[in-house]
């Protein structure tokens, strides 16, 4: 039986991250310093494996993310469909304790199942899944790729994964995720099953590292 694996990953850190300001698929940002170090930490761990291509959102922290693998020559498709949820007018918005309290309110009304709620002017969870269905069969009809990795978003992750492990969306918040964690997965062709799960081991030199600057009162950036 024919295994397709299928590796997926959040984007490396930004300055949106580090601010906490809302992101979203309004807000194009690049990978900040430590995200470059966090997609070679990934790229020194993974760059063995033999993916056949790497899909993309069409936001650039997301190519940026992987650009160790394209440099290599493999090649890449951006889809609109990984985008980020849009935030709506919360996008580039620092998260207040005002933004804070709505956001909280909005994701319980999530995991009540009113996943067609949605931020104003934004995107609902049912809205994402729409158009990540698209994508995902593109993707998936690819059946000579036996081995591809996806580099998007964490809220886009988390209703990805739904899809694919066929949970309800309101059950999205219980894939935890953070910046360059990876989520492996195996489509056996008729069902995915998750190998790794929230795994960011290949981050553990790289935080150690940044832990012994801290501990010798080095600045870290």
């Not at 650009?67 to 580039?92: A, R």
């Not at 995991?111 to 931020?119: A, C, K, M, V």
């Not at 809205?127 to 886009?156: F, N, P």
Request: charged fraction near 25%; include cysteine; glycine fraction near 8%.
């Amino acid at each position: 039986m024919s295994i397709k694996k299928i590796y997926i990953i959040r984007h490396g850190q930004t300055d949106y991250n580090l601010k906490g300001i809302v992101q979203g698929s309004g807000v194009n940002s690049s990978i900040n310093e430590n995200g470059k170090r966090q997609a070679m930490a990934f790229f020194e761990e993974y760059k063995d494996v033999p993916f056949d291509r790497i899909y993309t959102s069409t936001l650039k922290r997301t190519v940026q993310s992987v650009q160790p693998f394209l440099d290599k020559g493999i090649p890449f498709t951006p889809l609109e469909g990984l985008n980020e949820i849009s935030w709506g007018k919360k996008e580039g918005q620092p998260i207040t304790l005002e933004e804070d309290a709505y956001y909280h309110w909005m994701l319980a009304q999530w995991q009540l199942g009113n996943t067609h709620e949605r931020i104003e002017g934004g995107e609902s969870p049912e809205d994402v899944t729409k158009r990540q269905s698209v994508a995902i069969d593109h993707i998936m009809g690819k059946t000579e790729e036996s081995t591809i990795l996806i580099c998007m978003h964490g809220r886009a992750m988390r209703i990805l994964l739904c899809r694919l492990l066929n949970y309800p969306l309101r059950s999205m918040d219980m894939f935890e995720h953070q910046n360059l964690c990876l989520y492996q997965i195996d489509f056996t062709g008729s069902m995915f099953a998750v190998r790794q799960n929230n795994d960011v081991a290949h981050l553990q030199e790289l935080k150690n590292s940044l832990d012994q600057y801290r501990i010798v009162g080095v600045a870290t950036p």
